[in-house]
């Protein structure tokens, strides 16, 4: 029997890069849901599968699992619906619309065994295999400090404009550009180096292109084991030249479109021996499904993102450090 998938949202900017992909895999439509009916029809034309009502896709017996790719502010409702049907779900990310949403569906995720990930696939590629190697091998000393960035230009580009306009309103997303973007890279350094302690943050509205939805942020984290690290994250920006810089006591590395390592003498150099890339983000949720081994994202991964996100909005909000619950460190 053959992937069949049900879309339960169709409502994000990366549905048709998912589509893309599921096509070109030969993976069939069960069904698509969507609260906007012509967008749910125009998908589902697409997709060549049927429109459904959300009760319609999660008693379907023909969908071998869901992709949610909604606007936030339905995750918690749409996964209520699909999840006690114990298949695989995708979730977009940032998986809730708020760290208490984010922690209801992990429990309703965990509860149900639903095969599960999310879109972190920044960590997949050979560049992120090799730093993560080099970190776990020990070979930057004792890490003191790092520094993370996720920009681009969509608002500069007007990309939330029109179509994709929720994703820069707030109320249906949840979080602006920060959140939106911070949430990739918070997710390498999450997977990287460990839990966090302790937050703050700092965001401005740049362009002010969208009213009431911040443009660009920074954060400032401390990790359990005394890393210092700081996160940007934006819409404004014309280029993001590195996404990741480590420094340790014997050693540092950049990585943008290159890996550079320096050793104990300082001198950076452009690494060659990179591990081979892995599947991830909704890549490797499909690879899991035809079969394939994949590191899926877990429920509880998710949630932590979420949790630590929501921190660094208190914070930012109210101009203070915010403590990580310790129940997440």
């Given at each position: 029997?053959?992937i069949?998938?049900?879309?339960?949202?169709v409502?994000h900017?990366h549905?048709p890069?998912f589509?893309g992909e599921?096509?070109k895999r030969g993976?069939?439509?069960?069904?698509?849901?969507d609260h906007?009916?012509?967008?749910a029809k125009k998908?589902?034309e697409?997709?060549?599968?049927p429109?459904?009502?959300?009760?319609e896709l999660?008693e379907n017996?023909d969908?071998?699992g869901?992709?949610?790719t909604?606007?936030?502010?339905?995750?918690l409702e749409?996964?209520?619906?699909?999840?006690k049907?114990?298949?695989?779900?995708f979730?977009e990310?940032?998986v809730?619309?708020?760290?208490?949403?984010?922690e209801?569906l992990?429990?309703?995720l965990t509860?149900?065994?639903n095969?599960?990930?999310?879109?972190y696939?920044?960590?997949?590629?050979?560049?992120?295999q090799?730093?993560?190697?080099?970190?776990?091998?020990?070979?930057?000393?004792?890490i003191t400090?790092?520094?993370?960035s996720?920009?681009?230009?969509?608002?500069?580009?007007?990309w939330?404009?029109?179509?994709w306009?929720?994703m820069?309103?707030k109320?249906?997303?949840?979080?602006?550009?920060?959140?939106?973007?911070g949430?990739h890279?918070?997710?390498l350094?999450l997977?990287?180096?460990?839990?966090?302690?302790?937050?703050?943050g700092?965001f401005a509205?740049?362009?002010?292109r969208y009213?009431?939805?911040?443009?660009l942020?920074?954060?400032?984290l401390?990790?359990?084991?005394g890393?210092i690290g700081?996160?940007?994250?934006?819409?404004?920006?014309?280029?993001?030249?590195y996404?990741?810089m480590?420094m340790g006591?014997k050693?540092?590395a950049?990585?943008?479109?290159e890996l550079?390592?320096a050793?104990?003498d300082g001198?950076?150099?452009?690494?060659e021996?990179?591990?081979p890339?892995?599947?991830?983000g909704?890549?490797?949720?499909?690879d899991?499904?035809?079969?394939?081994p994949?590191?899926?994202?877990?429920?509880?991964?998710a949630t932590?993102?979420d949790?630590?996100m929501a921190?660094?909005y208190?914070?930012a909000q109210n101009?203070k450090?915010?403590?990580i619950?310790?129940a997440?460190h």
């Amino acid at each position: 029997m053959g992937i069949n998938l049900g879309w339960a949202g169709v409502g994000h900017i990366h549905t048709p890069g998912f589509s893309g992909e599921v096509l070109k895999r030969g993976i069939q439509c069960a069904g698509v849901y969507d609260h906007d009916s012509e967008r749910a029809k125009k998908n589902a034309e697409n997709l060549k599968g049927p429109v459904q009502s959300l009760n319609e896709l999660a008693e379907n017996a023909d969908a071998t699992g869901y992709v949610v790719t909604s606007e936030t502010v339905h995750h918690l409702e749409i996964v209520s619906a699909l999840a006690k049907s114990g298949k695989p779900i995708f979730v977009e990310k940032p998986v809730g619309f708020n760290a208490e949403q984010s922690e209801a569906l992990l429990k309703m995720l965990t509860e149900n065994k639903n095969v599960f990930s999310t879109g972190y696939f920044m960590r997949g590629s050979e560049g992120m295999q090799t730093l993560k190697k080099l970190v776990n091998d020990n070979h930057f000393g004792q890490i003191t400090r790092i520094r993370a960035s996720n920009c681009h230009s969509g608002a500069l580009g007007g990309w939330f404009d029109t179509d994709w306009r929720w994703m820069a309103d707030k109320s249906r997303a949840g979080v602006g550009a920060f959140g939106d973007l911070g949430t990739h890279v918070l997710d390498l350094v999450l997977w990287m180096f460990g839990s966090i302690q302790s937050v703050t943050g700092a965001f401005a509205n740049g362009t002010a292109r969208y009213d009431g939805c911040e443009e660009l942020g920074e954060a400032m984290l401390k990790f359990s084991n005394g890393v210092i690290g700081t996160m940007a994250a934006g819409w404004d920006d014309v280029a993001d030249p590195y996404r990741l810089m480590v420094m340790g006591t014997k050693g540092y590395a950049t990585l943008g479109n290159e890996l550079k390592v320096a050793g104990e003498d300082g001198k950076l150099n452009v690494f060659e021996k990179l591990e081979p890339a892995k599947p991830a983000g909704f890549s490797g949720w499909l690879d899991y499904l035809e079969g394939k081994p994949a590191d899926l994202v877990t429920p509880r991964e998710a949630t932590n993102r979420d949790v630590v996100m929501a921190a660094i909005y208190e914070g930012a909000q109210n101009h203070k450090w915010v403590d990580i619950p310790a129940a997440w460190h």
